[in-house]
């Protein structure tokens, strides 16, 4: 009686300190004392143990079947023997005896034992799983503790987050005990454990970060349309708000530009460009090309490709270096966007996009008509017209027969030398099947590798082309 209070008083210490119901520790501890009887009564047996909650004291069961011939004690029982436990059982009925455990062996022990100890390590990653698996796609705050190989360990409470090198802002340097700020990406069950990977390079990180400093966005009166970013060399935000009393720009700038200054300094210095979000393509497209200013914008809804013009002295500036503004406010505004100068658009249709749809309906509708008119009675034919129709299908069938039998005849000829093949080997070069090949149809030429759309790409265009090299002085203002 005395072990069994010492049993709930250290099961109740152990579920305490580990975080474990009292009640998994209770099912480990049964199924260590399975496996001990199973060793100790023999693999056949069939037993389970169970544990008074209250009391500590435990019983050992053992399932067995009424036979006429018993010739395993372990799993049978005589029916006189088991008719002395009830007087209904009958053949083949199966109950369950009480067992005397007795003294379990060394080896009986230390499988117990094992089972106890596996059983509370899935216990504890059930647990640390449950718990974590809350705060993916959140922000939490880990402390560096090492490098293994590219990816940086993080002390996240209970366990450790990976940080791996495609997530890492870039030439950003981690040190023993920095804390970080970081981004849950995935929380995942492994054999080891759950494991933990976050991210420093996510926009959602910038999200939170203006989430934290902006109190204006934390009440909901601000709203952060989309975020995008380049890890360590800039990014941008779109806000918009419809409280006309605040200015969503400020908000975010803060006094003196406290707040986004603070927001820069946890992201090392990144770059960043704060937007007036607008329903307006065009007006939300100038500003997300900032800070270059645009004269004029003309967009196409049904591809969502925008084209901008802008100053000669700004075309640097709104490409950005290889690029990286114009490639930002593409994606932050959803929409394709080509850039030319002033000169390079004058006299040129670059602000102009052609409506097609309205002249293909308007042909169709031609053709089709054209077509009606064309095949009207096309299929009446006379009530005379029967025997002339037999008559000709007559004589098809007649000159048809009389030239099979001319074929038939006719020797066949053997190709010349300049039709033949030179060698069997080369004959697959010279069949329409090799000419009708997709490195040689019209389906090849057409790729995309030689369409218009191609050259119509921002990295290939005429623009590209006769750019210069953006100067020092406008890389200093990007």
């Not at 005896?97 to 094992?114: C, E, Y």
């Not at 993080?154 to 970081?182: M, T, W």
Request: aromatic content about 8%; proline content about 4%.
């Amino acid at each position: 009686m005395d072990n069994g209070r010492e049993l709930i008083e250290a099961l109740t210490q152990v579920s305490s300190e580990k975080g474990i119901d009292k009640e998994v520790i209770f099912e480990a501890i049964e199924a260590s004392l399975v496996s001990a009887c199973k060793k100790h009564f023999g693999q056949n047996a069939n037993v389970r143990v169970v544990i008074d909650r209250e009391t500590g004291e435990y019983i050992v069961l053992a399932s067995k079947t009424v036979s006429e011939i018993v010739s395993d004690e372990m799993i049978e029982i005589s029916l006189e023997d088991a008719r002395k436990l009830s007087p209904t059982y009958e053949i083949d009925d199966v109950l369950e005896v009480k067992l005397k455990p007795g003294n379990f062996g060394r080896i009986s022990a230390q499988t117990a034992k094992q089972v106890v100890v596996q059983k509370f390590r899935e216990a504890e990653r059930e647990i640390l799983y449950n718990e974590y698996i809350d705060k993916q796609h959140t922000v939490i705050t880990g402390i560096v503790q090492r490098r293994d190989r590219r990816n940086i360990i993080l002390n996240i409470g209970r366990l450790e987050a990976y940080l791996p090198q495609q997530e890492q802002i870039p030439r950003e340097v981690y040190h023993f005990n920095d804390r970080l700020r970081v981004y849950v990406l995935e929380v995942r069950q492994n054999t080891k454990g759950p494991i933990v990977n976050v991210s420093r390079s996510h926009p959602e990180l910038l999200k939170y970060l203006f989430e934290q400093e902006v109190p204006e966005i934390s009440d909901g009166t601000v709203e952060i349309k989309s975020a995008v970013r380049e890890a360590g060399m800039r990014s941008k935000i779109a806000v918009h708000t419809n409280n006309p009393n605040v200015d969503p720009i400020g908000a975010c700038v803060g006094p003196s530009g406290q707040r986004v200054n603070m927001i820069s300094s946890e992201l090392r210095g990144e770059k960043l460009d704060i937007i007036q979000w607008s329903e307006d393509p065009k007006k939300y497209i100038t500003a997300a090309l900032n800070p270059s200013k645009v004269i004029e914008v003309a967009v196409n809804d049904a591809d969502k490709t925008a084209h901008v013009v802008v100053p000669d002295n700004q075309l640097s500036l709104a490409i950005g270096k290889e690029g990286q503004n114009a490639r930002l406010a593409a994606r932050l505004t959803g929409w394709r966007i080509d850039i030319k100068s002033e000169s390079q658009a004058a006299g040129t249709d670059f602000l102009v996009f052609p409506d097609i749809e309205p002249v293909v309906e308007e042909t169709a509708a031609i053709t089709e008509t054209q077509l009606e008119a064309a095949y009207e009675n096309f299929y009446e034919l006379p009530a005379d017209a029967e025997p002339v129709v037999d008559s000709i299908i007559e004589e098809s069938t007649t000159e048809e027969a009389i030239a099979e039998e001319l074929v038939a005849e006719k020797p066949k000829e053997e190709p010349t030398a300049e039709e033949q093949p030179a060698t069997e080997e080369h004959a697959e070069y010279y069949d329409d099947e090799y000419y009708d090949d997709e490195y040689y149809d019209d389906e090849y030429y057409d790729d995309e590798y030689y369409d218009e759309e191609y050259y119509d790409d921002e990295y290939y265009d005429g623009e590209y082309a006769t750019d210069e090299t953006t100067p020092a002085a406008d890389t200093d203002n990007q």
